[in-house]
């Protein structure tokens, strides 16, 4: 039992593992289960399988303790799976992600399960061999079979949820619900590997067991593929992408600015003069690209394409323009064929999120809403910033969506379009908030930058940081810490508490400027500067 009364998500897996040993086929909430509902990989369950495309009975899995769930409500078990049922001697176990679908089996006619999670949008399974449960838990100097089964339920649990596929992070929230923070954060962080990269804001993305960057050098953008474990490169693809950059603009960098997506065994990138690239993620093979350098002022770019790639089921969306004119774009993920297109504002540099069916993002003047199966506009409301900065990423609360700019301050919208309050003195800039239950944590720009935490209920503040933070900085929130990076290489963890400032430790990352996001890993954190890419390990 932990000190505040709530258990483990061990001990709530052991539960659950006693209730199998005891014999037991009965699932949560009392109720046995229908055996035609068994999610194992029995030759004799073949029978119940649904056709491809059928979310069917054989698909859901059972509901396990939020305490197991990810953060944002994964399809982590729904009626009719005994997630330890299937863990016997021989066993093999898949953990396979699906985010925005159903889950759907592969032909096995060994003894498995598969475990779904929202975290990693690709479909390739790994598969684990467990040994005698006996013989792995008196090995581990584990109590009893039953603490293997909770342990390795947990374990598998845990690596469903650390792929960082996407701009923050799997549900684009800069939460690593699957990671862990240190118990107590060291006095130093340990430098794993670090291998050369280039210019660009691009942040690291994870998925299929590899580390993905996106980089410029010279008029070629490069994309790269890394082993997690070395940092050993695996495969590089370039292209030209030629621009002249805006005189007001030569302090910013020369991009890329938008985050690699994965996704299904494919890689998406998109460049800072609008190539959009999809690339097989093993092999580095180029499957489609689509170059929209024509909608972009390639001879006078002030930052070019900034918006990362999102992926709404079977509709891969993209913001394609400038401040001229600008497009939101829904494409088939597979092929690359364009399903729709929204043309109405110039583009922002804002990243879209997804919720409640709608794509969500600032255009150069307005906070829209569209619809993701139509691409029809669902609401809109002014929200312009005074020199064309509409960069932060809209985040999602309980009660509504909030969108910030430098020189607009911040807005929660509710999901009718309605404003529901506004803090014109808690404006930012570059770096996008997080959300954590009824509160907000962010880095404003104000006072050279300040951390803060409000109430997403109302907007009120109710604590800043002193100021000088840096320029900008990448927020995560990890276990009970909230982790920011900062544009010096500065890496400071934080008490994420909505009842003071309370700074933990402080570390040095860098030595090169950092725009791009930490991304984490298992027990440490990717680092991306100007220059490199390292792997921190605690």
Not at 198 to 206: I, L, M, R
Not at 324 to 337: C, E, F, K, M
Not at 427 to 446: A, E, I, K, T
Request: with cysteine; glycine share 10%; aromatic share 8%.
């Amino acid at each position: 039992m932990r000190p505040n009364g709530r258990r483990s998500s061990v001990a709530l897996a052991e539960d659950h593992a006693a209730q199998h040993h005891r014999g037991s086929r009965t699932a949560v909430g009392g109720q046995r289960p229908d055996p035609a509902r068994v999610h194992l990989g029995h030759e004799q369950d073949r029978a119940h399988r649904p056709a491809a495309g059928d979310p069917g009975p054989g698909n859901e899995l059972q509901s396990l303790p939020a305490h197991l769930h990810h953060r944002n409500d994964p399809q982590i078990a729904k009626p009719g799976f005994d997630p330890l049922g299937a863990f016997g001697r021989g066993a093999e176990v898949q953990v396979k992600t699906a985010p925005l679908g159903p889950v759907h089996h592969a032909p096995n006619q060994r003894r498995g399960v598969q475990v779904a999670d929202r975290c990693d949008p690709g479909f390739a399974a790994q598969t684990f061999r467990l040994a005698s449960p006996a013989r792995s838990a008196a090995g581990l100097g584990l109590r009893s079979p039953i603490r293997y089964h909770a342990v390795v339920l947990q374990v598998l649990l845990l690596a469903a949820a650390l792929d960082w596929n996407q701009w923050r992070g799997p549900n684009r929230d800069a939460v690593a619900a699957g990671a862990a923070a240190p118990a107590a954060w060291p006095q130093k962080l340990n430098k794993k590997w670090e291998v050369p990269a280039g210019d660009g804001y691009a942040s690291p993305v994870t998925g299929g067991g590899r580390v993905y960057l996106h980089w410029r050098e010279g008029a070629r953008e490069i994309v790269t593929a890394h082993d997690p474990a070395t940092g050993r490169e695996l495969w590089r693809q370039s292209y030209d992408a030629p621009f002249r950059k805006s005189s007001y603009a030569t302090r910013m960098g020369s991009g890329p600015w938008a985050t690699p997506l994965y996704s299904g065994g494919r890689l998406y990138t998109f460049g800072v003069t609008a190539i959009l690239s999809c690339f097989d993620a093993a092999s580095g093979k180029i499957l489609w690209r689509h170059d929209n350098s024509g909608e972009v002022s390639t001879a006078g770019l002030f930052t070019g394409s900034s918006a990362s790639p999102a992926l709404a089921g079977n509709r891969l969306i993209v913001v394609v323009g400038d401040d001229r004119r600008g497009s939101v774009q829904a494409l088939d993920p597979v092929t690359g064929r364009r399903q729709w297109s929204w043309n109405e504002d110039g583009a922002g540099y804002s990243s879209p999120i997804l919720a409640d069916g709608k794509v969500l993002l600032l255009t150069l003047g307005r906070a829209v809403a569209l619809d993701v199966e139509t691409g029809k506009l669902a609401w809109a409301a002014v929200f312009r910033d005074q020199w064309n900065e509409n960069i932060v990423t809209p985040v999602r609360t309980p009660q509504a969506v909030l969108f910030s700019a430098v020189r607009r301050g911040t807005v929660a919208i509710g999901l009718d379009g309605k404003v529901l309050w506004e803090n014109k003195d808690l404006p930012m800039y570059m770096s996008s908030p997080l959300v954590d239950g009824d509160h907000v944590y962010g880095f404003s720009s104000r006072n050279k930058g300040q951390h803060f935490c409000l109430d997403a209920r109302t907007g009120k503040l109710l604590w800043t940081s002193p100021g000088r933070g840096g320029e900008t900085a990448g927020l995560l929130a990890l276990g009970p810490a909230l982790l920011s990076l900062n544009t010096d290489g500065e890496l400071l963890v934080i008490h994420r508490h909505p009842g003071a400032w309370r700074p933990i430790a402080t570390y040095k990352v860098a030595d090169s400027a950092v725009w791009a996001q930490p991304v984490p890993l298992a027990n440490g954190l990717l680092v991306k500067s100007v220059s490199s890419l390292v792997l921190w390990t605690w």
